[in-house]
């Protein structure tokens, strides 16, 4: 079939990538002017396949959307390596900690309760684990606390930025068409427009997050990140800090790079990270890692998660048109599970 797309950011270079792999011939659109310039948020995102922290502010259906996903990526990325070989892709399955310092163990107890109460039927392995002082420090040495920590057993991380890179490659390979600074003005079943021309399609996917507007009332929640180097720090898994007032994470990437992350405002400023966010997330990342007052910061980011007013994802397809959006701060989790679902609703 003869596929459009709307919009090349996670959504639609997964789709992009799964289409043409069956042989459908794709055209992508997005006012990226390269394929390398970061608008998605999926550039941003630090990664975490968290099904089981998620669950703090998702529901059930993301729950399993995510333990579905969970296993998707690892065929994807076989699938990736297979189809663009020289684009290496990150996606480690060892679990994340959550953390908490002496002192703020009430609210770490209350999120790890609410974890606890939320683990679905079934799902008892997924449930928040405790750690000891000497399993902390045999599973993550450079953590020294002298609080309390779980485990999340089943939870993962995948590079991002190395993923969107190696989908546009292996995508390209297989034959999809991206039409970069081409903003789409409008589409509807089969149609998508953009300002220089109309195209027809068999079916249409709009998967422009928060450029989907006015068709879909979704906003924009800034989010802002840090990347570190740091050579001298060795962590294996993401690790949460339960702060009572903010929510770090530390996610380690290849290259002793440690992102830092993430502020979440209810603004579509996309303007450099605040002073605020800076101070409270080195801070509370430093507080979890001392050793991290030598590394080096070597980028810091600020973007935008697409929501909808539930803040839940939402699929809807009619006729020669499906529309994906609302993946807010769980799109690299959900999306290979909501990606399968999407094509099987209309046997592609
Ligand atoms: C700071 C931060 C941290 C995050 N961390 C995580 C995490 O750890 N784990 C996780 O699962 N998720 C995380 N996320 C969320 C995840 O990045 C998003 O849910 C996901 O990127 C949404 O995918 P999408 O394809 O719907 O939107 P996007 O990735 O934003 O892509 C939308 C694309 O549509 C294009 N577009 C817009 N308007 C138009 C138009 N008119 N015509 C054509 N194209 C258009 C845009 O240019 C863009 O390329 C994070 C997000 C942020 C910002």
Do not use: C
Request: charged residues 20%.
């Amino acid at each position: 079939m003869k596929i459009g797309i709307a919009g090349a950011g996670l959504l639609g270079r997964l789709l992009a990538f799964q289409l043409a792999r069956a042989g459908h011939a794709v055209t992508v659109f997005d006012p990226a002017t390269s394929p390398e310039q970061r608008g998605a948020a999926g550039w941003t995102a630090a990664g975490m396949l968290s099904p089981m922290a998620e669950l703090e502010t998702a529901n059930l259906a993301v729950f399993e959307q995510g333990v579905r996903s969970l296993a998707l990526w690892a065929s994807i990325v076989a699938d990736l390596k297979a189809s663009a070989p020289e684009h290496h892709v990150m996606l480690k399955m060892m679990g994340s900690l959550l953390l908490a310092h002496k002192g703020d163990e009430g609210s770490a107890r209350r999120m790890i309760d609410l974890l606890a109460h939320k683990t679905p039927a079934g799902h008892a392995e997924h449930a928040p684990k405790p750690l000891s002082r000497m399993a902390l420090r045999s599973a993550e040495s450079a953590i020294h606390t002298s609080g309390s920590a779980w485990i999340l057993p089943h939870e993962g991380q995948i590079d991002s930025v190395q993923a969107m890179t190696a989908m546009t490659v292996a995508a390209t390979t297989l034959g999809v068409t991206w039409r970069w600074n081409e903003t789409v003005t409008s589409l509807q079943q089969g149609v998508i427009k953009t300002a220089k021309q109309d195209f027809s399609f068999d079916w249409v996917f709009d998967v422009r997050g928060t450029g989907a507007r006015p068709d879909l009332s979704v906003r924009g929640v800034r989010g802002e990140i840090f990347w570190l180097h740091a050579p001298s720090v060795e962590l294996q898994r993401p690790i949460r800090l339960l702060h009572p007032r903010h929510r770090v994470y530390l996610v380690p990437r290849d290259g002793n790079r440690i992102v830092v992350g993430a502020s979440e405002i209810e603004s579509e400023d996309r303007s450099p990270i605040s002073l605020r966010s800076t101070v409270e997330l080195l801070a509370a990342a430093h507080s979890v890692i001392p050793e991290l007052a030598e590394a080096r910061i070597i980028h810091s980011e600020t973007n935008l998660r697409p929501a909808l007013s539930d803040n839940l994802p939402r699929l809807e397809a009619s006729d020669g048109l499906t529309r994906i959006n609302g993946l807010f701060r769980h799109g690299w989790l959900i999306a290979p599970a909501l990606v399968k679902q999407a094509l099987a609703e209309i046997s592609l």
